[in-house]
């Protein structure tokens, strides 16, 4: 009887045994998990605890481009225009010259003769 009572104990802690070394080894895998967790909070944390400054500089940045943008575009659209008007003044000049007949369609050749002695 004792026997068996001795061999129902050495089982028993057996199996207590084979658990506790399971939740020793689940131990250590929670404790690396939990390491390779804070290591990324603290990696993001450093990152995204400036993304706030670093948007509104940006947004600034972007503000201060589109005014300038405005001033070129305002720039770019004097020239065109100044470009449309000598066009128009060179279309009026074609015109002007062609009725009077100076025009390059009806330029009269001057020659001028040598006379050699």
Do not use: C
Not at 21 to 32: D, H, I, P
Not at 65 to 79: H, P
Request: charged share 20%; proline share 1%.
């Amino acid at each position: 009887m004792v026997t068996i009572v001795v061999i129902i104990n050495t089982f028993i802690s057996l199996i207590l045994l084979y658990i506790a070394r399971r939740v020793w080894q689940l131990k250590q895998r929670l404790a690396k998990i939990t390491n390779s967790l804070t290591a990324a909070e603290r990696f993001t944390h450093a990152i995204l605890d400036k993304a706030p400054e670093n948007i509104s500089r940006r947004q600034q940045n972007i503000h201060n481009l589109r005014q300038g943008n405005q001033s070129i575009q305002v720039q770019i659209q004097q020239v065109r225009q100044i470009f449309s008007l000598l066009l128009v003044g060179q279309q009026i000049q074609r015109r002007y010259f062609v009725k009077l007949g100076l025009g390059t369609k009806y330029k009269k050749k001057i020659v001028v003769k040598s006379t050699e002695i």
